[in-house]
């Protein structure tokens, strides 16, 4: 559905250079540091910014060519931007009405209604779960194939968190072709919702895997500096110095289970994915 | 674009308070001045009211998202033109006919051709007003937009200034000059007024287009 081929983007001294794709019917995460270059990459997606060279392909054609039409097959929900804050919510559906052939009034309404959104309140009175709600039912409220979600659960609560995600799961059970991608800082979001992940740092991709092997064949050892002389390093990605010796990370954490008996295995997951991936050596 | 009049409309409405207290300034105006000064303030008005819309539009990172919905920056630059057009039309006519009912009320002797030739000049002023306007807010945002916009009305005086200065020192009388323009037809002022008009507004449309497509959100 979206096709990333060696975009290049310069800021400054910054130089984001990255390939990726999105397939029909996964949700893909994009996770990494601040200032990594994810918000780079999803508004080159959205044809908000021009690349310095490669290619991003949206159904088929240039993101920044899109026309109109094809646009309204995409829902977005920004973490720092979205629809005048002097706005209420029902001036919003009456101007998501008249902006989109398919928007399904009566469903946005029942939604935001057992979700507690006022109508008649300004969005800027609007507590930052409310926003962050009012934002992800906009995205879905046109029946997109393609669904770009920024930070959707930037700053909430666990409550407010899981509520967005449910949200989420639900329109993903109802549009089963429909491709997600999502950026997020709290890796247990996308553990439980993404189908595959990359990382970028420092505006590279550095990883990209399928979210079922990170938690399942992904792991920390903690190694004592006697054994770690010892260690096969073959399967290590990732290695970093501690007090007690070394913390490695492992895509084949099986691998040293098995060979390693007394080897302390933590299981792997997405933040230390983040940690080691951007912080080990 | 109907979308983008929607959000328009209800931004406006925002400041319907606003509205309502210029609205009664032009009520005691339209009753206790000579003239139809009455017609250029709330054309005047309506024209920077709307083309605030573009401040909201920008305000919070508002861009970043706008351009994400089923639009795109010639439907965006289009919208923009015909909402202020429109609505400075439907104020200019509003102003009219309350200056005319101010007028009856005041029993005023109206001279119908000769006020109504005044206000139709007003409608080409409004429209390259509008041209100045939005291409300049578009490209310098709100803050900004202000201090040019100043400055470039501090310029275009200043060029009638130095233009006066000059033909007095040419020894060409400007009252000469008006006089040579009174005798044109009328018909072919307006002629030359629509067609004058309608070059600002399509440069103007360009450039602003040309604005949004650089821009990177």
Known sequence: ????????????????????????????????????????????????????????????????????KEKENIGVALSDSGFSNYLTLEDVTKILCKMYGDFHESEFRALCKSQGLPFDKDLKNFSTGMKAKARVLVALSHKADLLIMDEPTSGLDIEARNEILDIMRDYLEENEKCSILITSHISSDLEGLCDDIYMIHEGKVILHEE??????????????????????????????????????????????????????????????????MTGGK | MAGLVEKDIRLLLKRKETIIIFLAISFLLGFTTDGNFVISYLT????????????YDEFDNGYTFLMTLPIDCKTYVAEKYAFCIGSGFIAWIFAV????????????????????????????????????????????????????????????????????????????????????????????????????????????FVCSRKIMEKKEY
């Open chain 2, 44 to 55: 005047i008005l309506c024209t920077i009211f709307t083309v605030s819309t573009i401040s």
């Open chain 1, 211 to 276: 979210t079922d092997k990170i938690i399942g064949q992904y792991g920390l050892l903690k190694v004592e500096e006697a054994m770690y002389a010892k260690l096969d390093k073959s399967n290590i990605i990732k290695t970093k110095k501690t007090d007690y010796g070394y913390e490695c990370f492992t895509s084949e954490k099986q691998f040293y289970i098995d060979n390693y008996p007394g080897l302390v295995v933590e299981n792997g997951n997405i933040d230390e994915l983040i940690l080691m």
């Open chain 2, 97 to 204: 006919i309350f200056f005319l009912v101010t007028g009856v009320v005041k029993g005023d002797a109206i001279n119908l051709s000769e006020d109504m030739m005044m206000a139709v000049v007003f409608i080409p002023v409004y429209i390259i007003m509008l041209c100045v306007m939005i291409p300049i807010q578009l490209k310098y945002g709100g803050e900004k937009s202000r201090i040019v916009l100043l400055v470039l009305w501090g310029i275009i005086a200043l060029i009638g200034f130095l233009g006066a200065k000059v033909l007095a020192g040419l020894h060409i009388s400007i009252d000469g000059l008006v006089k040579i323009l009174d005798q044109i037809p009328e018909i072919v002022f307006g002629i030359l007024g629509i067609a004058i008009t309608v070059v600002i507004v399509v440069i103007s």
């Open chain 1, 1 to 68: 559905m979206v096709s990333v081929k060696n975009l290049v983007k310069h800021y400054g001294d910054f130089c984001l250079d990255v390939s990726m794709e999105i397939p029909d019917g996964l949700v893909t995460g994009l996770i990494g540091k601040n200032g990594a270059g994810k918000s780079t990459v999803i508004k080159s997606i959205l044809g908000l910014v021009k690349p310095d060279s490669g290619k991003v392909m949206v159904f088929g054609k240039e993101a920044g060519k899109l026309t109109p």
